[in-house]
C-alpha cells in the first residue's frame, strides 16, 4: 500500500511552524508495512489544496491530512476534501454535543464557529479528539483511505495511535532495527557494507549521517513473523562481522545512555571537568534519567585559574604547555578523580573558535583526559566545522571512549 501525508497550512510552507508531523507519521506507517513514498505541504488555499488532493488520489492509496480541521475560515482541509471527493457534509449533533461539553469543561461557552468542526462528509466516521476541539476523519473513498487529522502534534500524534491505526494496520508484519555507529564516516561505511547493501531486497539496509556519528536503519517485511526475524537478525550479523569496533548500540539510543548503562553495570561513579565544551557533555549526560546513580559532579574549568584552583593543575604545566595541550588535559583529570573520589573522571580542553587558533594549535584541536584509578589516557583530536558543531563532536568523542574505556 502506497501512502502520501500532506500537511496543510501556510505557517508550514513560510517554515514558521516545524513540520514534525510528517516525519512521526512517515515513521508509524513504515512500522505497519505502508510505504510513504510523497510527502506534500500546502498552503491554506482550496484550489491549491484540491489540486494536491487530486493528484494525490491518482498515485497514492492512503492519504493523511494534517491540520485545517479548525474552527476558523482559513481552516478548510474537510470542506475541500468533501467538495472534491462530491461527499455532502452533515452536522452530527453527538459531535456538536461534545465540542459543547469540552468548552464546559474549559469554563468556557462554545463560539459559533466551532459548530463547523461537528460536520462530516457523507459515509465517513470521526476520529475522536480528547485534547482538543476538532476531530479527526476517516474516509473510505472508491477503493481510497483518506484520514483527516489536527495539526497541534500532541493532538495528532494521540489520535493518529489510538484511532487511525487499528482501522487501517495491515495482516502484514514489519520489523525495523536501528544500528549506531560511530568513528566512522556515511561514504566509508557505505563502501565497506556495499556487498550487503546491493543484494538486499529485504531487508533493506539504508545509512544516515548525522553529526560525528552515524545510523544504519534495517527494515525487513512479511507475512511470518519468526521468518521476518530470521532475516533481520542474519543481516544484523553480516553488518556486525564488519564494522563490529564501530558500532555501540543495537538499540536506537544515544551513546551516553549506553556510557550510563555500563557504569551501571560496573557500579562506577563519574565526574567531568569541561573547558571548550562548557558543560555539554555534562548537559548531555543529566538529561538521562536515574544518571544520579553514577554521576557525581560536573565543573566547568574554563579560565587557567579555575584549573588551577578547582583541579589543581600546576601553573609551570600551563606556562610550559599552554591549556590547550596533552599535559593539562592529563592533570585536569587527574586532579578532578583526586579531589571527587570517584572511579573515572574526565576532562576536555581545547578550540573551539571561531578565532585563536595557531599553525601549532588550529581551531578544532581538543584533548580529552581520562583518569581512572589505574590508568590515564589522553586522546587528541582535530575536529572541522562551526563552534557548536566542533564541541558536539568533542562531546560524542568523550563519550566514545569513556565507552570503550569502562
Request: proline content about 3%; charged content about 25%; overall charge neutral.
Amino acid at each position: 500500500m502506497i501512502g502520501e501525508v500532506i500537511s496543510v497550512g501556510t505557517e508550514i510552507i513560510l517554515g514558521s511552524t516545524l513540520n514534525t508531523n510528517t516525519y512521526y507519521i512517515t515513521q508509524r506507517l513504515a512500522e505497519i508495512g505502508i510505504d510513504v513514498l510523497f510527502h506534500t505541504s500546502v498552503v491554506d488555499d482550496s484550489k491549491l489544496l484540491k489540486d494536491v488532493i487530486n493528484v494525490g488520489l491518482n498515485r497514492a492509496d492512503i492519504l493523511i491530512f494534517t491540520g485545517g480541521l479548525g474552527p476558523t475560515a482559513d481552516d478548510m482541509t474537510k470542506e475541500v476534501v468533501s467538495e472534491t471527493l462530491g461527499l455532502e457534509l452533515k452536522l452530527d449533533k453527538d459531535m456538536e454535543c461534545n465540542i459543547k461539553k469540552y468548552f464546559d469543561k474549559m469554563n468556557g461557552s462554545m463560539p459559533s464557529n466551532n459548530t463547523k468542526q461537528a460536520y462530516k462528509p457523507k459515509g465517513s466516521q470521526f476520529l475522536t479528539n480528547e485534547m482538543g476541539t476538532a476531530p479527526g476523519i476517516y474516509i473510505e473513498w472508491n477503493g481510497k483511505i483518506l484520514i483527516l487529522l489536527p495539526g497541534p502534534p500532541k493532538e495528532m500524534k494521540f489520535m493518529f495511535d489510538k484511532y487511525a491505526i487499528p482501522l487501517i494496520k495491515q495482516d502484514y508484519t514489519i520489523k525495523i532495527k536501528t544500528i549506531n555507529t560511530i568513528g566512522i564516516g556515511e561514504s566509508k561505511l557505505e563502501t565497506v557494507l556495499k556487498d550487503i547493501i546491493q543484494g538486499q531486497e529485504n531487508p533493506t539496509i539504508a545509512t544516515y549521517a548525522k553529526e560525528g556519528k552515524v545510523d544504519i536503519k534495517v527494515v525487513a517485511r512479511g507475512s511470518d513473523e519468526k521468518k521476518v526475524d530470521k532475516l533481520l537478525n542474519e543481516i544484523i550479523e553480516k553488518i556486525d562481522g564488519k564494522i563490529h569496533k564501530y558500532i555501540y548500540s543495537y538499540n536506537d539510543e544515544s551513546i551516553e545512555e549506553v556510557v550510563y548503562k555500563k557504569l551501571k553495570a560496573n557500579n562506577m561513579k563519574i565526574a567531568f571537568c569541561e573547558s571548550c565544551t562548557g558543560g555539554l557533555i555534562s548537559s548531555r549526560f543529566t538529561s538521562i534519567p536515574g544518571v544520579s546513580e553514577v554521576f557525581d559532579r560536573g565543573i566547568v574549568t574554563y579560565s587557567n585559574r579555575a584549573k588551577v584552583e578547582e583541579l589543581g593543575v600546576k601553573k609551570n604545566t600551563l606556562d610550559k604547555y599552554g591549556a590547550v595541550s596533552e599535559q593539562v588535559a592529563l592533570e585536569m583529570a587527574t586532579g578532578l578523580l583526586n579531589k571527587a573520589g570517584v572511579d573515572i573522571a574526565l576532562s576536555t580542553t581545547g578550540l573551539a573558535g571561531p578565532s585563536g587558533g595557531t599553525e601549532d594549535k588550529p581551531v578544532g584541536l581538543v584533548y580529552i583526559g581520562i583518569a581512572a584509578k589505574n590508568h590515564s589516557f589522553v586522546f587528541k583530536s582535530v575536529f572541522s566545522g562551526d563552534r557548536l558543531s566542533i564541541q558536539n563532536r568533542a562531546a560524542l568523542k568523550a563519550f566514545d571512549e569513556l565507552r570503550k574505556i569502562i
